[in-house]
């Protein structure tokens, strides 16, 4: 299974010849990022902002895609969405394996969803603070999850990302086993050893 962050919270997944992006962001809504131009055979959104919600700019090639997605309801904010709204919580199985992706995860989640995410094989975790769990609550809920792999996003490093968000360094000083790649795609397999993974942006 091959993991490609394009920047944010977004990803290009491909697993079994199928490909699905996660939480495209619309151009100009991310300080840093360039326009998401990407084909897939499904899209997949965490909630309606707009660095979230670029559907339009995912071009769907037509293709049914057989894998399975499952999902679980969350809050953008830990008082229950009266905040900032709902959130979903998605689990992609692919190849034998199970990738989570969080979405603007705002809170611990429930003991039902943590229970049914446990020991996934990657978990694609909010680190930032401010919209989302910071860098110390996304400690907590990464250990609660327990991932082999576990990728931050959403996080400001440089000149990417927004000013009120927390650096990727915030949260990688908490970590053990962090590995940093001169690529933005991870092959994820049954073999990959446990690590917190940090890819590079657009390379």
Known sequence: ????????????????????????????SVPGLGPLRV??????????????????????????????????????DDKHGLLRGKNIIRVLHGEGLRVVHLGDLGHMPDKKT?????????LLLPVGGHYTIDAHQAKAVADAVGARVVIPMHYRLGAMGYDVIGTLD???????????????TLELGADTPAQTAVMTYGK
């Open 1 to 28: 299974m091959k993991l490609k962050w394009l920047g944010h919270s977004c990803f290009l997944i491909e697993s079994e010849g199928h490909t699905a992006v996660f939480d495209p962001y619309q151009d100009g």
């Open 114 to 122: 943590l229970a049914a995410i446990q020991n996934a094989d990657a």
């Open 39 to 76: 084909t897939a055979d499904a899209v997949f959104c965490s909630h309606e902002h707009h660095d979230h919600n670029a559907r339009d700019l995912v071009t769907l090639t037509g293709r049914d895609f057989p894998l399975q997605v499952e999902e679980f309801a969350a809050y953008h």
């Open 170 to 184: 915030a949260f990688t000083s908490l970590c053990d086993n962090v590995r940093f790649y001169d690529g933005d």
